[in-house]
């Protein structure tokens, strides 16, 4: 198969999987290749016709190292909302941010441990972590009682456009930044 036609099939394999994304094994198994470089090329060729095509909303946004899916462009993301009809909050709150962010940094973790944190009961805002599903249950906890143990989706890589953990700020650079709006206010 062509270059060009890979693409073609590529991009359509996108649009069709929707926010479940294609993976490289994915791609390598449906055209038929074991070269990672290839699928590579194709992914970036289309990145960079979305990028430069002002006319087009769309983009393609890596998640999870390895998978790939079609997304709308963010300068758009006013525009897309105002069609959107969701019964749940679009915007997180400034708790859910501070519990689910706690659960990316920390998790595995339990949610008494997370309140104990954070020094406020959580059931409500892991309520709608868990309907967004931003955050699951992974297991049991050694403690007492064998708590639930919590961590991040997949969901929650593509709802803050991560790749992985990885990518998020390390503590430390939060930390000085917090510093230097302190020390810039007075």
């Known amino acids: 198969m062509e270059f060009k036609k890979q693409v073609a099939v590529t991009e359509g394999l996108l649009f069709v999987n929707g926010d479940e994304g294609v993976s490289i094994d994915d791609l390598k ?6 070269d990672e470089t290839l699928i590579n090329q194709i992914i970036n060729t289309l990145i960079e016709n979305y990028e430069n095509n002002e006319m087009s909303g769309l983009t393609i946004q890596k998640f999870n190292k390895v998978k790939f899916r079609l997304v709308t462009k963010r300068e758009n993301a006013e525009y897309f909302q105002k069609l959107s009809n969701v019964k749940t909050e679009t915007r997180l709150s400034t708790a859910s941010i501070e519990t689910v962010s706690i659960i990316a940094y920390r998790g595995p973790i339990t949610k008494a441990q997370v309140e104990e944190l954070r020094g406020v009961n959580c059931d409500t805002i892991f309520y709608k972590l868990k309907l967004r599903n931003l955050i699951q249950e992974v297991g049991k906890s050694e403690e007492v009682g064998k708590p639930t143990l919590y961590n991040i989706t ?11 953990l990885d990518d998020l700020p390390k503590l430390k650079e939060i930390i000085e930044e917090d510093e230097k709006d302190i020390f810039n206010r007075g």
């Open 154 to 164: 997949e969901d929650f890589l593509k709802y803050f456009n991560l790749s992985s």
């Open 29 to 34: 198994f449906i055209l038929e290749t074991n």
